[in-house]
């Protein structure tokens, strides 16, 4: 097992071992976080500041309202003047067989993951990176690759997304701005995995027919995502970076 130190809940580490360069990203970097729950952001800005010592910045949006994500971009280059890398990591989900999944339910999950990405891209292209350059992450799933069951509405989502990684790499990429994607296995300690049965699929041995034989760790998830964010893929653009152990090669489709 050549897995990087993780934590399991949502708390900062208190130790980590750099894999690269500790000033990859030049000299660390000032976060803004966004989601629709300002109580559940203040409180983990807090710890991302305490543990990092840079600042962190909470700003409640929808990314299905682009005005919100505009406003939190207003406010975001009035408090640290720039933005060099945007991560697209909000996302719905819910196992549910497609027969049972409501009109309304295959629309919400559409609107927050990939409407999502497009109006949280595109703002920020607009307001500064289409000036400046910059460097674009989305965070996809391998679902729709072999048409996992009960996953059309995140699979389908996620596609498009894939699909979007390409053209907006090409339209984008003569301002300078990269755009690629990574798209995780099951990774333990998230919210993914709690919905989508991750302990069950663990004691059921499923992981087991994974080739790297084991669920992946946040923390592995953040160095694909760093690699990508960072220098390190200077020109590396409309990539998509499949981080899941080898899952999707062997996985059983139920
Ligand atoms: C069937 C469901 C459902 C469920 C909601 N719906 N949950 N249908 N099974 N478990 C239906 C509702 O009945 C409703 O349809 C419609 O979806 C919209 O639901 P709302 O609750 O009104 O929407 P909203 O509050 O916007 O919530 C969106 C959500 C919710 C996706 C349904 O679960 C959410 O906000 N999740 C955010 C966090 C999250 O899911 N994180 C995990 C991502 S995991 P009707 O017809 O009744 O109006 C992930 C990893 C994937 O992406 C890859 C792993 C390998």
Redesign the pocket.
């Known amino acids: 097992n050549n897995s990087p130190e993780d934590i399991e809940t949502d708390e900062c580490m208190n130790t980590y071992s750099h894999i690269y360069s500790p000033d990859l990203l030049m000299h660390g970097c000032d976060t803004v976080i966004a989601s629709?729950n300002l109580e559940k952001l203040t409180e983990a800005a807090k710890k991302l500041s305490s543990t990092t010592g840079r600042r962190c910045l909470g700003i409640a949006i929808d990314v299905?309202q682009p005005e919100t994500i505009s406003a939190a971009m207003d406010e975001t280059l009035k408090t640290f003047g720039r933005v060099d890398i945007l991560i697209n990591n909000a996302?719905?989900?819910?196992?549910?067989p497609a027969t049972?999944?409501?009109?309304?339910?295959f629309?919400?999950?559409m609107e927050?993951?990939t409407m999502g990405t497009f109006n949280t891209s595109k703002v920020i292209y607009d307001k500064w990176f289409k000036d400046h350059g910059g460097s674009i992450v989305n965070i996809s799933?391998?679902?729709g690759y072999r048409g996992q069951a009960l996953q059309v509405h995140?699979g389908s989502a996620?596609a498009a997304n894939d699909a979007m990684t390409r053209h907006l790499a090409v339209e984008w990429g003569p301002s300078g701005v990269r755009v690629n994607t990574v798209a995780?296995?099951?990774?333990s300690g998230?919210?993914?995995?709690r919905?989508?049965g991750g302990s069950h699929a663990e004691s059921a041995g499923v992981f087991r027919s994974i080739p790297l034989q084991r669920a992946g760790n946040k923390t592995e998830i953040a160095h694909a995502v760093l690699f990508l964010a960072s220098r390190a893929a200077s020109y590396v653009t409309g990539a998509i970076l499949v981080a899941?152990g080898g899952a999707w090669l062997t996985s059983a489709n139920d």
């Open positions: 629709r299905r996302a719905g989900n819910f196992l549910c049972s999944l409501s009109f309304n339910a629309k919400t999950v927050i993951d799933a391998t679902l995140a996620k995780p296995g099951p990774i998230t919210e993914g995995y919905r989508l899941d």
